[in-house]
């Protein structure tokens, strides 16, 4: 409407939009499998649930279809909802204003009845020659349909840029510039529909392609100057610089591409502008870093050849008037979240690429189910890399997928090529960082070599803190900055702020160049310093209000926290170390980290070297703690019993109780269990933690207690310290504690009769446990709302939690109590009045990960958590 101004809806990344049309409920496992289609072609779905809500909703999807490129509509039963005052439904309001000239995808279901607005509106849609339609049956179906069809829009795009324009007199055709490559390349369909926005869009002078070395910058240049040939009808020009190592060559290398003779007569640069005139091309300039200093001559040259245009492929950003930074990405890989499988595999543009390089040296190879698992952890270890993908691949033919996963601990010394007729630069990984890192000064290459004490992802003030005695340490963040720039360190944002890493294999190298140097040692101290000052800063807000933030800025420091641990322990730092498993004891319980600290207080043990009796106490509590859970005894009972006695000479009373509190806990495992010993320990250790006024070992305290009478059959006494234990959760502001106990006095009202009267708690811990990103506390909440599904009849989204429930607890080991696991019941009610959907629930459940499974679990009315979910 003339004057309205609608509000303005971008993508983060400004990729190529596929708006998603449908109803919502109704069609919940389809909207998954689009998504999952979309993402997986590196597009962003817009989904209109997932928007702001204070604009109107026609105001709402105009603006986002007016930013979206694709329109995919998916049709079931229902018309949809139509609002007051309206006299079409949302859904047709949606496929109404779609502009004309945008591709449309349709997709109807086949169902037995429609509502009779639905058929007129599909009617309409099959008579409209800019629609194209297609039946499917399954979410499955459906996602496979959307990927390809996807694809082939895409590519059809391109196609008619493959063909050779008709070149001008004097300027060769596009074949005789442009390499043809090699090989196909895999999984960048989205890159290079960006690529085409940016060039077509008339506004960028010099597009840079920017990524670490190895990562496809040079291949995904030459497809886009392929795919792109229609919008340079005067040519394009591929200029290789590779061999190019002094500045001065630059100017001679582009106008002996361009056919120009320097005879001397006149500048190089006003010979190429004058050939260049008012011509549209398109010159490539490929591994531009290592003349980076002669940026500032591409903007001499666009200025005097308005109609040209640079495409350019380097390590480090130009930094130049009119340059728009394009990152390659690596290829993506399968979800940690998502268990291991061959869809998954066949859905990963790394595990193709493997796939594709491991047949051509060995013909007959392809993904099994058999060898899935294996070619995933290989491309997960290699961040996706492309080049390290293609060179792991190359083992393949001497050892299996499973062998070079397991060698990948030690990653370059493995990757060597054989290839003779690639460059220099890929003959191996290593020789690949070597020449990036020899193109750096001497304080740029020793920072990056210091940063591989790093493991993954680390902050400006942690390079700070370990850079204090280095010689780099005056200049770290313009020393950062430059390795940046150079694409060796790559930069992102998360939880508000910038943090950095390195790839994984270059974070080897550095290390190595440690360790030859004889440095590594002090660099790990220098480490293990930081994150010990970091622990004790946080570690007193993992209790009460601040609980929430404190998870969250830990989360970003996980690798660290690990290497930290070991870094302590490896340099005999035991009694640190100690301190600093136990100052994290809430966080590893949030976060599912027991398993890792078990490992490090085995390896403070056996060094057999002196340590306190609270150290000793420490490292003995965390090694028994899986054995609690898993294999109770009375050897674990006697072994905490050993706990409470050191804490308590050590003079830790809080310590204490909680291992007084693990011992109780223990016997609750036992068959035999003689509840009167394992009440009054509870009872005990409750006491002392009252008293001493910590609420949060309180809480968990009143838990056991519960938990203790759920086993004995006294439910009501049980409700009561669920209650009780609420309650002290709550005076404390404390999330986890929350979540525990509410989840456990949930689970027993809905035993107990209370049915839906307990979903508002089931969603509360859900909520809370999506902001902790408490795998345990919102499992239970997808299990209890499971519950509340199946009880209201709605089958197949019962069956979807239950299955997404149980997956996430096999591949976790999520402990859960016998006898309250609510949802299994109604599921079974359900599923005999409805087996096809629950079934057909079960079947898409099992495939989901956890973020799927809470966005499913969540009202619409969460779209913001729905949100934090998806990249949990």
Known sequence: MTGVEHPVIHTPDQRIRVFVSSTLRELAQERLAVRGAVERLRLAPVMFELGARPHPPRDLYRSYLEQSDVFVGIYAASYGWTAPGEDVSGLQDEYDLAPREMPKLIYIKDVPER??????????????????????????????????????????????????????????GLAA?????????????????????????????????????????????IEAAHANADLFPDGIFFVPLEGVLEPGLLLPTIAYVLGIRDTGADALEALIAQALGDRH????????????????????????????????????????????????????????????????????????????????????????????????????????????????????????????AARLGRALPLLSATVRDLP????????????????????????????????????????????????????????????????????????????????AIVREYGMEALERRGEADAMRIAHAEHYLALVHRISPHLRGSGQIDAVAELGLEVPNLRAAARHLVQTHRLDDAGDFAWSLLAYWWISGYFADVRLWMLELLAAERPITARTRAIASFFTLWAELWQRPSEQVVSGLGECVRLFTESQDAHAAAMALTARA???????????????????????????????????????????????????????????????????????????????????????????????????????????????????????????????????????????????????????????????????????ATDPEQVEAGERAGAEMGLAEAIELALPDADAELRRAALVW
């Not at 179906?141 to 990927?147: N, S």
């Not at 000064?441 to 591989?452: F, N, Q, V």
């Not at 790559?490 to 790839?503: A, K, Y």
Request: glycine share 8%.
């Open 115 to 172: 509502e009779e607005k639905l058929e007129r509106l599909i009617a309409r849609i099959q008579a409209d020659d800019t629609a194209a339609y297609l039946h499917f049956s399954t979410a499955e179906e459906l996602g496979e349909r959307v990927a390809a069809d996807l694809a082939t829009l895409l590519a059809e795009r391109f196609d008619q840029s493959k063909e050779d324009a008709a070149a001008p007199p004097g300027v060769p």
């Open 281 to 404: 091309v398109l010159i490539v300039l490929d591994n531009f870093e290592q003349i980076i200093d002669e940026a500032p001559i591409l903007v001499r040259l666009y200025t005097l050849a308005p109609e040209a245009c640079f495409l350019v492929t380097s390590r480090m950003v130009l930094r130049i008037r009119g340059e728009r930074v394009f990152e390659v990405e690596t290829l993506g890989t399968p979800s940690p979240d998502m268990p291991a499988s061959l869809t998954q595999a066949l859905a990963s543009p790394a595990c193709r690429l493997f796939a594709e390089r491991a047949a051509a040296v060995k013909p007959g190879f392809e993904l099994t189910a058999d060898n899935a698992a294996d070619v995933i952890e290989v491309c997960r270890r290699l961040d996706g890399l492309p080049l390290a993908i293609e060179l792991a691949a190359a083992k393949v033919r001497m050892l299996p997928p499973a062998d070079i």
């Open 665 to 831: 806990s223990t016997r609750l495992q036992f068959p035999d269990l003689d509840p009167a010993i394992a009440r009054a320990e509870l009872e005990d250790a409750v006491g002392r933690l009252e008293a001493l006024g910590d609420r949060w070992a309180q809480s968990l305290g009143e838990v056991a207690l519960g938990q203790l009478e759920v086993v004995c059959g006294d439910l009501p006494t049980a409700l009561a310290h669920f209650d009780r234990a609420v309650e002290i959760a709550e005076q404390a502001d404390d999330a986890f504690t929350r979540v525990v106990a509410g989840n456990n006095r949930a689970r027993l009202r809905f035993l107990l009769g209370a049915g839906e009267d307990t979903e508002e708690e089931f969603l509360h811990t859900l909520r809370l446990s999506i902001r902790l990103h408490f795998v345990d506390g919102a499992t239970y909440g997808i299990e209890g709302m499971c519950a509340i599904c199946a009880l209201r009849g709605d089958a197949w989204r019962a069956g979807a939690l239950a299955a997404a429930a149980t997956t996430i607890r096999k591949t976790t080991g999520i402990y859960d109590i016998a006898g309250l696991a609510v949802h299994l019941g109604p599921l079974e009610a359900v599923r």
């Open 177 to 221: 510039r442009v390499p043809a490559p090699y090989t196909e390349t895999i999984g960048r369909e989205g890159e290079l529909a960006e690529i085409r926005a940016l060039l077509a869009g008339g506004l960028h002078r010099v597009v840079s392609l920017i990524g670490p070395g190895g990562i496809g910058k040079s291949r995904l240049a």
């Open 424 to 503: 220099d630069r890929h003959r191996t990984m290593r020789a690949t960082i070597d020449w990036s890192v020899g193109l750096l000064p001497d304080s740029h290459r020793a920072m990056l070599e210091d940063l591989g004490v790093f493991a993954a992802r680390f902050t400006l003030e942690a390079v700070e803190a370990v850079g204090a005695v280095r010689p780099w340490g005056d200049d770290a963040i313009e020393t950062l900055a430059a390795l940046i720039d150079a694409s060796l360190v790559q930069q992102s944002d998360s939880g508000g702020r910038s943090v950095f890493s390195l790839l």
